[in-house]
């Protein structure tokens, strides 16, 4: 079927793209990895049929967080393979530990499987007036709380950004 | 026929694949934090732990025809985005400091 085809290839980039980001030395190409992969979960997204979300993921991550990246190795200069070696007994542990935290959260999420509903699936359900409604209904505190956070956010960011602190 | 296709692409590709490829990223995630000593990089990988999660909780929602954890992906970005904001203005601070991003100069809370 063709959206499992898609749903590969898109894993395929997605996995490739956070292997570059993991072991790649230069950090502007990390960055340019993880913008790929943040293109290729909004790609699963659209695959979900969950459009909104997929428009505020590339708006969100790609357009704004990952710009900010970049303009901070930018502007710090660190473009460049400048970055020291961690102890051979270090990356070891760091794969090993990757490796086995990925089987405990397959095993764990595994028997989630059997309980997903198989039919009757809503299919407008990610559309933007359906979320619109559950987050101004049922999440409407929240909603508020999350633009004090962002409030808070930007005087903290303009206070330690600053030349001296008193 | 919208109901219909709707059905075949989520019914195309089965919930586990969908956990295998969040737990794949989690933990590329993971491997980059303990991997990586450029601080920078460590920030970027916590962002794509936060979006194997986010694959995970839109994926469980259209499984289990629920809304509500596509609004939780929601508030997980905004606070992603004030994270990023905060983190990096101490990342400035820090290279202000010290002249690097390494997290091995920043060893005094080191046990």
């Given at each position: ?104 959260l397959v095993v764990a999420f595994k028997s989630a499987e059997k309980m997903a509903m ?49 | ?13 089965p919930l586990l694949?969908y956990i295998w490829?969040s737990a ?32 995970l909780l839109?994926a469980f929602s259209r499984f289990y025809?629920d809304?509500?954890g ?42």
């Amino acid at each position: 079927m063709v959206t499992q085809y898609i749903f590969y290839i898109l894993s395929a980039i997605a996995i490739a793209g956070a292997l570059i980001v993991v072991f790649n030395r230069n950090p502007v190409y990390n960055v340019l990895a993880i913008i790929l992969t943040f293109f290729a979960i909004a790609g699963h997204y659209f695959l979900l049929n969950t459009q909104f979300l997929a428009a505020v993921h590339i708006i969100v991550y790609a357009g704004a967080i990952m710009v900010l990246f970049l303009y901070v190795i930018m502007m710090l200069n660190l473009n460049v393979e400048t970055e020291a070696n961690k102890s051979n007994l270090a990356k070891v542990g760091a794969v090993v530990t990757g490796g086995l935290l990925m089987l405990v959260l397959v095993v764990a999420f595994k028997s989630a499987e059997k309980m997903a509903m198989a039919g009757n699936i809503d299919p407008k359900m990610g559309l933007i007036g359906n979320l619109g409604t559950v987050l101004y209904r049922q999440y409407l505190l929240p909603f508020e709380v999350s633009s004090v956070l962002f409030l808070v956010g930007m005087v903290g960011a303009v206070m330690l950004g600053k030349k001296e602190i008193q | 026929m919208n109901n219909l296709q709707s059905q075949m692409i989520v019914e195309g590709v089965p919930l586990l694949h969908y956990i295998w490829l969040s737990a794949i990223l989690f933990s590329l995630g993971v491997m980059g934090v303990l991997y990586r000593r450029n601080a920078i990089v460590i920030f970027m990988c916590i962002e794509l732990m936060l979006n194997a999660v986010n694959l995970l909780l839109v994926a469980f929602s259209r499984f289990y025809n629920d809304a509500g954890g596509q609004v939780f992906v929601f508030f997980i970005m905004a606070v992603a985005a004030a994270e990023v904001a905060v983190g990096l203005a101490i990342l400035m601070m820090i290279f202000r400091n010290t002249q690097s991003t390494d997290i091995d100069f920043l060893n005094r809370l080191k046990f």
